[in-house]
């Protein structure tokens, strides 16, 4: 995920760009409606000739003579963050898991079944932590690109990321998503019906492996949190690689004062299982932002932009305290078409736009059963579990009547 964009020949000149803006010191303006870490204009916003054939693209509808998208102007005022919200924002996420993960410690010497009751609570502390973050990355959450900068370096350091090589991963997943032919970076793994029924047997059962819930939500967050943030691939960008070590010689230093002072085995007690059940949300809840039955996958020449947000990133709607706890993230729809959008304004644009009252929706209980979805079959063009896939391969797709338009076209 951490290869170098540039150096990589079958990722794309829009990748090689993301490479270049985003991997220097400084972050790039973003105005509204462009892809986080992107300018507005390297983004694909317009949708490929079948696409406008079709009319089902979002891109196409134009407020005024210079072409740009009515969503872009509409949502220009609540790309503006609020210093004093952003500020309440930290001392609801950060702070109180600070405050709770010293209470844990503290619970160690009365009960450590007590110090895993407050775990539940700091780990959902820790998953808006991460969303705070993440909005750093976007350059959304502070005024300035100097103090998101520094902001989420230092929360880079409590969720365990760097921030540099973070945002730029980032960058390209916002450029890309929905794109069947630049998958792979900033994603969860995808394969097609087809490539899956072309794979070799071990290459077959370790993307099985991979997708079973088990690994995905038990060993996935390890992975996600621990591991793979410190890896350093050789193709990357200096400035990022510099940045990767950086933070990892930091995180070094902080994990061994923490021992140094609490003991070692204190500090894995305290801080496993946080991160172990904040790690499982986070995974869970960006697989369901675009895992979902009838999402949007397209070919790289029908690919829009507006369409990949809309129809290919999830509305979950979750029970009030969580999505407090996930920072309003599962209003993804709203965040992939305007990434200047901080979290705590993604609710009331969601609102006051009839753009995002009809987008796929989804419950808790939608989202939970969306695991068992494996494969993207470009034939029903939707996502289908490894059983339905079977069927689909012994089952032919009805032609459709004249006239009519096939899924894979919308």
């Given amino acids: 995920m951490g290869a170098g964009i540039e150096e990589t020949s079958s990722l794309s000149h829009l990748e090689a760009h993301v490479a270049r803006l985003t991997s220097g010191d400084r ?10 870490g992107l ?9 490929g000739p079948a696409a406008r054939q079709s009319g089902s693209s979002h891109d196409s509808a134009t407020c005024d003579e210079s072409g740009r998208p009515c969503w872009r102007e509409a949502l220009a005022p609540y790309a503006r963050p609020r210093p004093a ?42 998953v808006r932590t991460y969303i705070i973050f993440h909005d750093c990355t976007h ?53 097609t019906v087809a490539e899956y029924q072309a794979m070799e047997r071990r290459p077959r059962l370790a993307y099985r492996l991979y997708r079973n819930p088990l690994v995905m939500f038990g060993i996935g967050p390890i992975y996600a949190m621990l591991v793979q943030p410190r890896l350093v691939p050789s193709s990357t960008r200096a400035r990022i690689k510099r940045s990767i ?22 500090y894995l007690l305290v801080q496993a299982p946080t991160f172990m059940l904040a790690g499982a949300a986070g995974v869970w809840l960006f697989y369901v932002q675009h895992q979902f039955e009838d999402v949007y996958w397209e070919s790289r020449e029908r690919w829009s932009y507006a369409d990949a947000a809309l129809r290919g990133s999830s509305y979950l709607k979750l029970p009030k305290v969580l999505q407090f706890f996930s920072g309003n993230i599962g209003l993804h729809h709203v965040h992939h078409l305007s990434a200047r959008i901080p979290n705590y304004n993604l609710q009331r644009a969601h609102d006051d736009n009839a753009i995002f009252h009809d987008v796929p929706t989804l419950s808790f209980a939608d989202g939970m059963r969306a695991v068992r979805l ?25 032609a459709a009547p004249a006239g009519a338009v096939s899924p894979s076209s919308f």
């Fill in 139 to 191: 350059g959304s959450f502070m005024k300035t690109k100097r103090s998101n900068a520094w902001l989420g370096t230092m929360l880079g350091l409590v969720v365990f990321s760097d921030f540099r090589g973070w945002r730029h991963n980032h960058a390209v997943h916002h450029a890309t998503a929905g794109d069947l032919d630049r998958r792979g970076v900033g994603d969860v793994p995808t394969k």
């Fill in 85 to 126: 919200r952003s500020a309440l924002d930290v001392a609801t996420s950060v702070v109180p898991y600070l405050v709770l993960s010293a209470l844990m410690y503290l619970a160690l010497d009365i009960s450590y079944l007590l110090a895993l009751a407050l775990a539940l609570p700091a780990a959902g502390f820790l």
């Fill in 245 to 266: 070590i950086a933070t990892n010689f930091a995180l070094v230093a902080l994990v061994a004062a923490l021992c140094w002072l609490m003991g070692w085995r204190e």
């Fill in 27 to 36: 972050l790039v303006d973003l105005t509204n409606g462009a892809v986080g």
């Fill in 374 to 398: 494996k494969l993207y079959d470009e034939d029903r063009g939707r996502m289908v579990s490894f059983a339905q896939a079977r069927v689909g391969a012994t089952v032919p797709v009805p």
């Fill in 39 to 47: 300018q507005e204009n390297t983004v694909p916003a317009s949708p």
